[in-house]
C-alpha cells in the first residue's frame, strides 16, 4: 500500500493545488472543471482554524463533501478489482466499494498537510463533444525538483463529469490498485480483501491524521 499511498499523495496535493466555487454543471468541460475543482478546499483549508490545527473529524469532512462528489469511487473499485468484480455478490461489491471510499478518504485527508507552494501547469485537451471518457494532462511545479507528470482520467456521467483514475509519474493509480487487490483476493478471496481494507482503516481511524501521510 506505501505507492499506492504516495501516489494519491502526489495526485491529492495537486488536485487541490490547481484551482469548485460550486457544484460543476454537467455541461462544464472536464478540463475546466479538473482546474477549478480545488478553490473552495484550498479557501475552507486556509480559513478553518480547526483543519489547520489537524482536527481529523473536519479535514475528513472536508474531504467527503468536496473532494469525493467529482471522483467516482464506484467505477475506480469495480475497475480496480478486474475480473474478480464479477464474481463478487452485490453486497460484496457494495462492501468492498464501501471500504475503498473509505480508504480513499483517509489518504486524501493525510495528503490535505501536504499542500505548500506547488503550482500546477495544464496541457491543451483536444476532446470533443461526443467524448465520454477523457484524459486531462498536467504537471505540478515544485519549487525543488522536477515537474511532476500528473494526469486525469475522467468519465461523462449524466451528473457531470467523473474523475477516476490518476497517471502519476508514468503510474496509473488503478493499475496499482489492481495488482494489489489481485494480490489479496489470491490469499483470502473478496472477503479477504474485504477484510484486508476495513482492517487498514481502523488502524487509520486510530492514528492522528499525520500518520496517513
Same mark, same amino acid.
Given at each position: 500500500?506505501?505507492?499506492?499511498?504516495?501516489?494519491?499523495?502526489?495526485?491529492?496535493?495537486?488536485?487541490?493545488?490547481?484551482? +469548485?466555487?460550486?457544484?460543476?454543471?454537467?455541461?462544464?468541460?472536464?478540463?475546466?472543471?479538473?482546474?477549478?475543482?480545488?478553490?473552495?478546499?484550498?479557501?475552507?483549508?486556509?480559513?478553518?482554524?480547526?483543519?489547520?490545527?489537524?482536527?481529523?473529524?473536519?479535514?475528513?469532512?472536508?474531504?467527503?463533501?468536496?473532494?469525493?462528489?467529482?471522483? *467516482?469511487?464506484?467505477?475506480?473499485?469495480?475497475?480496480?478489482?478486474?475480473?474478480?468484480?464479477?464474481?463478487?455478490?452485490?453486497?460484496?461489491?457494495?462492501?468492498?466499494?464501501?471500504?475503498?471510499?473509505?480508504?480513499?478518504?483517509?489518504?486524501?485527508?493525510?495528503?490535505?498537510?501536504?499542500?505548500?507552494?506547488?503550482?500546477?501547469?495544464?496541457?491543451?485537451?483536444?476532446?470533443?463533444?461526443?467524448?465520454?471518457?477523457?484524459?486531462?494532462?498536467?504537471?505540478?511545479?515544485? #519549487?525543488?525538483?522536477?515537474?511532476?507528470?500528473?494526469?486525469?482520467?475522467?468519465?461523462?456521467?449524466?451528473?457531470?463529469?467523473?474523475?477516476? *483514475?490518476?497517471?502519476?509519474?508514468?503510474?496509473?493509480?488503478?493499475?496499482?490498485?489492481?495488482?494489489?487487490?489481485?494480490?489479496?483476493?489470491?490469499?483470502?478471496?473478496? *472477503?479477504?480483501?474485504?477484510?484486508?481494507?476495513? *482492517?487498514?482503516?481502523?488502524?487509520? #481511524?486510530?492514528?492522528?491524521?499525520? #500518520? +496517513?501521510?
Amino acid at each position: 500500500m506505501k505507492l499506492i499511498k504516495q501516489l494519491l499523495a502526489i495526485a491529492t496535493v495537486a488536485f487541490m493545488a490547481a484551482g +469548485v466555487a460550486a457544484p460543476a454543471a454537467a455541461q462544464e468541460k472536464p478540463d475546466v472543471l479538473v482546474k477549478r475543482i480545488s478553490q473552495e478546499v484550498i479557501e475552507t483549508a486556509k480559513n478553518d482554524k480547526a483543519i489547520q490545527s489537524g482536527d481529523t473529524r473536519k479535514v475528513m469532512d472536508l474531504v467527503e463533501s468536496k473532494i469525493l462528489p467529482y471522483v *467516482d469511487s464506484d467505477k475506480m473499485t469495480s475497475i480496480a478489482a478486474g475480473r474478480f468484480w464479477r464474481q463478487a455478490t452485490p453486497e460484496q461489491q457494495k462492501q468492498l466499494t464501501a471500504e475503498f471510499r473509505t480508504l480513499l478518504i483517509y489518504t486524501y485527508a493525510g495528503a490535505l498537510s501536504q499542500i505548500k507552494d506547488q503550482t500546477v501547469e495544464f496541457k491543451p485537451m483536444r476532446a470533443s463533444d461526443s467524448d465520454t471518457d477523457v484524459v486531462v494532462r498536467s504537471q505540478v511545479n515544485q #519549487a525543488r525538483g522536477e515537474p511532476i507528470q500528473l494526469d486525469y482520467r475522467l468519465t461523462k456521467e449524466a451528473s457531470g463529469w467523473k474523475i477516476y *483514475d490518476l497517471n502519476v509519474l508514468g503510474a496509473w493509480l488503478i493499475e496499482t490498485y489492481k495488482s494489489n487487490f489481485a494480490s489479496e483476493i489470491s490469499k483470502g478471496g473478496i *472477503d479477504g480483501l474485504i477484510k484486508k481494507l476495513h *482492517d487498514r482503516n481502523a488502524q487509520l #481511524a486510530s492514528k492522528p491524521l499525520k #500518520a +496517513v501521510k
